[in-house]
């Protein structure tokens, strides 16, 4: 069906470009005319009104000690010169280049200028009291955020990037427009679901509805990582529209999940959705199955602890991956491992160090009320991936980092060198000290502030670097969206106080975007 599909599409194409540049371009608006008149249509249809849940710590968080204060203004500012350059420079564009001082995309977000560091950005500047900012990305997303384009997008992206920010900006600010286009977004995913066995696939044509995965993936499977990574904003969709469409989609997979053999107990990345076989037995807490299991835990705390099946598929992954995965160096530092074909690879990498905040997260509620233990394996967890940020030259730590003949933390491959302005190794930094009030996770947070300010600022913004252990890096020229989102947010709440969403009223998604908990 798929190549009959592309098939047609092609053949459209053809006769389409038989005709001259002016019929098409009035082609191209009377089609335009036509969508925009149906999401007109469709648009005067109202949602449901549905109580808002209890909105608890939306205040400044302002802290009372001057030198935290002013450490947490810098964070502000860096926002604001992360912000303004795109404005100016990338408006509208996906993403920037902060060097190039033009605007930037990669092919998550498919071929069509959809604003992604808008969306994703709203949340921070609403928490830091960068109203006009917000007021301007609010209205960019309302006059031009269109969703019915022939663009082909990453399902997972687009779901934590951009229906994750929209609807964490409509609870904290309660525009209804952020709503509404959330909804929106979420029908265009909807047809990638359409596949024989419910897991859906990587990629969805927004326009066409067709969906296909990535070329790369083992035997044609979709991504643990991804699939496994829709569930906090589909409940809330359901929760927002009173449609249960998007709730059954994602408790459909979970449920295949539960009734397959999981070998050594552990969830291979790679499952194929025609088949519903796994791929390659590849496991990892990093790349590819990283924030699935982080969304088995925050189903459990976002249904205010209700959902109990999820909360035991959690527990026992994280047994299977403490025994598994989970090594001391013989320098002492604790370090999480990947399991390929039956071999536990030395090597850990930078997404992987979010793991330490979730085992925090987790401690509390963990079986055999083991909560000591998994506070102290988050705070393990925080100290190595501190460590392969203290051993660079930049203080700022590598893509990957080696437990292997002699190397302890340290990235060996030229690949593996680059920082690209993660949040990770920050947002453990941020959990551990929400649960332990360690100075030390401020002095850590700090650290990595001002090695970024030091050595990704530039005059057009923030850049990643390629190889954080030269004295003299080069850059990388591109500002990711989740720098916004994510490294500043978390940044930001580290020098703020506890009131400031309070993680018994909020749940962040895992590009930092806060869900209120419905109790
Ligand atoms: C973010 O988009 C999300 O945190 C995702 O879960 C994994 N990686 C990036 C940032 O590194």
Redesign the pocket.
């Known amino acids: 069906k798929i190549r009959a599909d592309h098939e047609k599409a092609l053949e459209e194409a053809k006769e389409k470009l038989k005709k001259s540049r002016d019929e098409i371009q009035a082609e191209i608006q009377t089609e335009k005319n036509k969508v925009v008149q149906e999401l007109k249509k469709k648009d005067s249809k109202p949602l449901p009104p549905v109580p808002l849940p209890n909105l608890i710590g939306i205040n400044s968080g302002e802290p009372a000690d001057p030198d935290i204060r002013e450490k947490r203004n810098k964070i502000k500012e860096m926002m604001k010169h992360a912000w303004d350059n795109y404005r100016q420079y990338g408006w509208g564009h996906n993403e920037l280049k902060p060097i190039a001082r033009k605007g930037h995309s990669t092919n998550i977000f498919g071929n069509s200028q959809m604003g992604a560091t808008i969306v994703d950005a709203l949340d921070t500047l609403y928490i830091m009291g960068l109203h006009d900012e917000f007021r301007e990305g609010q209205e960019w997303i309302d006059k031009n955020l269109d969703f019915s384009v022939n663009s082909e997008v990453s399902v997972f992206?687009v779901n934590?990037?951009f229906i994750g920010g929209l609807l964490a900006a409509y609870y904290l600010s309660g525009q209804e427009v952020f709503k509404i286009k959330a909804v929106q977004l979420a029908g265009k995913l909807l047809p990638a679901f359409n596949t024989p066995t419910g897991i859906p696939w990587a990629m969805v044509n927004l326009k066409s509805g067709v969906g296909r995965n990535w070329g790369w993936a083992s035997a044609g499977s979709s991504i643990l990582?991804e699939f496994g990574?829709l569930h906090m904003e589909f409940v809330h969709l359901s929760y927002l529209t009173g449609d249960p469409v998007y709730y059954n989609k994602v408790m459909h997979i979970r449920k295949l999940l539960q009734k397959m053999d999981r070998p050594n107990g552990l969830y291979p990345n790679y499952l194929n959705p025609r088949t519903g076989r796994w791929g390659q037995h590849h496991t990892s807490v990093g790349?590819l199955g990283?924030?699935f299991y982080?969304y088995l835990l925050k189903a459990w705390l976002m249904s205010d602890k209700m959902d109990t099946e999820a909360r035991k598929m959690y527990d026992d992954a994280i047994e299977a991956i403490e025994k598994h995965l989970i090594r001391k160096s013989n320098g002492g530092l604790t370090f999480i491992g990947e399991w390929k074909n039956g071999h536990l690879e030395r090597k850990m990498g930078?997404?992987t160090c979010?793991a330490g905040g979730m085992f925090a997260l987790g401690a509390d509620g963990s079986r055999d009320d083991k909560a000591g233990h998994y506070l102290q394996l988050g705070a393990e967890i925080a100290h190595t991936c501190h460590e392969s940020y203290d051993r660079t030259t930049l203080k700022l730590g590598p893509e990957a980092f080696k437990f292997d003949g002699g190397v302890e933390a340290v990235a060996v491959r030229q690949n593996e060198k680059y920082y690209?302005l993660?949040?990770?190794v920050i947002?453990t930094y941020w959990y551990m000290w929400r649960f332990t009030h360690d100075p030390k996770y401020r002095q850590w947070g700090w650290e990595a502030t001002q090695a970024i300010d030091k050595y990704c600022r530039v005059s057009g913004g923030f850049s990643g670097v390629k190889d954080v252990y030269s004295s003299s890096p080069t850059y990388d020229d591109v500002q990711?969206?989740?720098f916004l989102?994510?490294t500043l947010k978390y940044l930001y709440l580290l020098f703020s106080n506890d009131d400031l969403l309070p993680l018994d009223n909020w749940v962040f998604n895992?590009?930092?975007h806060p869900l209120p908990v419905l109790h």
Request: aromatic content about 8%; hydrophobic content about 30%; cysteine-free.
């Open positions: 992206e934590i990037r990582a990574t790349g990283d924030s982080e930078h997404l979010f690209i993660r949040p990770e947002e990711q969206s989740f989102a994510e895992t590009e930092a």
